[in-house]
């Protein structure tokens, strides 16, 4: 099954991203259903369920304090330019450290690591699309805040209307 550990978003951001999204011409682009939208802090790629279950047997060892996160701004993988992909900023030192300790719980089981950059991926660019009218005005969004009480462990499951995620394991931070 096809893994990753992730964060969930408010309805309150979601919203506000699905108002960014209609922005966003038709042509050339798959935007992200909103229920999927998340902040990715791992992704573990397609693994067998033992190794699944031993995932979540490291993540359940270590405890974080709640924290906030900023959503703000809009870019683009690899760049504005030449877009692949579509995302909304996430700011927070906490964050950063909640991807490292679950990077660092999850070292030695031979999962690819990346470096973390926080974000929120709401489009993906198939083909040519002209979206610097899009940039100029969404560029400097301030969309909103979310409290991270928990992470979840997560498996995409691929369907005929495209990926629809269900959570393993919801992992509860303590104060």
Avoid at 36 to 51: A, P, Q, S, Y
């Amino acid at each position: 099954m096809r893994c990753f550990v992730a964060i969930e978003l408010s309805k309150e951001v979601k919203a506000k991203l699905s108002e960014i999204q209609e922005k966003l011409p038709g042509a050339n682009l798959k935007k992200v259903a909103v229920q999927n939208m998340h902040i990715t802090l791992k992704f573990l790629g397609e693994i067998e369920d033992k190794k699944a279950w031993d995932a979540e047997r490291r993540l359940e060892q270590f405890t974080v304090s709640p924290f906030k996160v900023k959503i703000e701004k809009i870019g683009a993988f690899p760049n504005e330019r030449y877009p692949k992909v579509i995302w909304a900023g996430c700011v927070s030192k906490e964050l950063g450290e909640l991807a490292e300790k679950v990077d660092m719980s999850l070292s030695n089981m031979n999962f690819e690591s990346e470096p973390f950059r926080p974000h929120i991926t709401i489009a993906r660019v198939k083909g040519d699309v002209e979206l610097g009218e899009f940039f100029d005005s969404a560029r400097d969004s301030k969309i909103g805040e979310i409290e991270v009480k928990s992470f979840e462990l997560k498996k995409s499951v691929l369907g005929k209307d495209g990926p629809a995620y269900a959570t393993i394991r919801k992992f509860m931070q303590k104060a």
